[in-house]
């Protein structure tokens, strides 16, 4: 089988799980702007980070056979520092016209707080102007009552509801996004989010319309692997090969869509001299 992770940062992961992960049959990857556990103090650090996920891991993931697309968007919990998020937004539109951006995101909640909602009807405005697909992040605390307000705010705002994934989905919404017509995303991330066998359950429930799973990887304790280890827990659960293959590669597609993603016939190929080197290929990037 071959993976299309979604939403994963890789900025934050490292050489060896790239290799590990092309290994273990991943072949492409979206990584959304989010919130680098450090709050940011100056916006051209926002810059400086959305170029290194629109440029630096394009090619880095590339070394290793692996296919890098972006979304660009200004994270909820960063939104509630008003006067930074002003100065980030006012350049949002400059990246997120830049090749190998597949969407806006992460947009949503974090706190539910009147700041963020107001950076996510910028963000949403923006979306739709430039025809971008959605990545909506849902609060990690209060989840149903965010996850409701969120699709309130996008059926006001006229959102198409097949270009926009609510993720970050557990038992309580799940039912809730596909009934709205929303795409349900849903992050293997143990400690925090679903563990396989939990996403296992919403499996074998809800089927894989409108469905996607992701690892959000990043820089606390997740697993890049957790795509094919949690499809190998769910044919051990009696799922069909080829039901999960058209979860973990062509619903990815269909969401971001096959022009907009462009992925390289044949998949990426892998670069054995590029993967040990220093990355001297990248831009900027020094020699040793």
């Given amino acids: 089988m071959k993976y299309f992770d979604p939403h994963i940062h890789c900025l934050s992961r490292t050489t060896d799980d790239y290799e590990n992960m092309f290994l273990a049959g991943v072949r492409a990857v979206v990584e959304p702007a989010f919130w680098m556990g450090q709050p940011r103090t100056y916006a051209g650090t926002f810059f400086d980070y959305f170029l290194s996920i629109i440029e630096f891991e394009r090619t880095r993931a590339s070394d290793f056979g692996i296919t890098h697309r972006c979304t660009i968007g200004l994270n909820p919990k960063e939104a509630n520092d008003e006067k930074l998020a002003d100065e980030v937004l006012e350049r949002l539109p400059e990246f997120m016209t830049r090749e190998g951006v597949v969407a806006a995101g992460e947009l949503g909640f974090d706190s539910i707080t009147p700041a963020e909602e107001r950076a996510l009807r910028i963000q949403v405005e923006m979306a739709i102007k430039l025809d971008l697909a959605i990545m909506v992040h849902t609060p990690h605390r209060d989840k149903y009552r965010g996850t409701v307000l969120l699709m309130d705010i996008l059926d006001e705002m006229g959102v198409d509801r097949n270009r926009c994934v609510i993720d970050h989905s557990t038992e309580e919404t799940t039912k809730l996004i596909l009934d709205r017509g929303y795409w349900a995303g849903h992050t293997v991330y143990p400690q925090t989010k679903l563990?396989?066998?939990?996403?296992?359950?919403?499996?074998?429930?809800?089927?894989?319309?409108?469905?996607?799973?992701?690892?959000?990887?990043?820089?606390?304790?997740?697993?890049?692997?957790?795509?094919?280890?949690?499809?190998?827990?769910?044919?051990?659960?009696?799922?069909?090969?080829?039901?999960?293959?058209?979860?973990?590669?062509?619903?990815?597609?269909?969401?971001?869509?096959?022009?907009?993603?462009?992925?390289?016939?044949?998949?990426?190929?892998?670069?054995?001299i590029a993967a040990e080197a220093t990355h001297s290929k990248l831009p900027g990037a020094a020699t040793h």
């Fill in 195 to 272: 563990t396989p066998e939990r996403f296992a359950n919403l499996y074998h429930e809800f089927g894989i319309e409108r469905m996607t799973l992701n690892t959000s990887a990043d820089w606390g304790k997740s697993d890049p692997l957790l795509l094919p280890k949690t499809c190998a827990y769910l044919e051990r659960r009696g799922a069909d090969r080829a039901t999960l293959q058209k979860l973990v590669w062509d619903n990815p597609i269909q969401f971001y869509g096959a022009e907009k993603l462009a992925l390289p016939a044949g998949c990426e190929p892998f670069d054995p």
